[in-house]
Nanobody
């Protein structure tokens, strides 16, 4: 059974940083393509970034390029999202995902 647990969200000032983590279990993390998605209040789910199984290939939505970095630690079965220079348009519940499976999410709030 796929189990994903996100953490690391919180309140940060405009321009600040947060590092999200996602602890994965119940599947072979090292051979799984992983993603981060987010959902802002009143909006649909939005893809943010993804990473290949070996971590060599990463992709980002245009609005977060150069600010967010996705990575994975195979030994710890953990996915990360380093978020720098946070902007007012970034607040949302952030989820890590494996296919259609997602965790419970972690809230990111940015104050101006």
């Amino acid at each position: 059974q796929v189990h994903l647990v996100e953490s690391g969200g919180g309140l940060v000032h405009h321009g600040g940083s947060l590092r999200l983590s996602c602890a994965a279990s119940g599947f072979t993390f090292s051979s799984s393509f992983m993603s981060w998605v987010r959902q802002a209040p009143g909006k649909g789910l939005e893809w943010v970034s993804d990473i290949s199984e070996d971590g060599r290939i990463t992709r980002y939505r245009e609005s977060v390029k150069g600010r967010f970095t996705i990575s994975r630690d195979i030994a710890k079965n953990t996915l990360y999202l380093q978020m720098n220079s946070l902007k007012p348009e970034d607040p949302a519940v952030y989820y890590c995902a494996r296919g259609n499976d997602r965790g419970q999410g972690t809230q990111v709030t940015v104050s101006s």
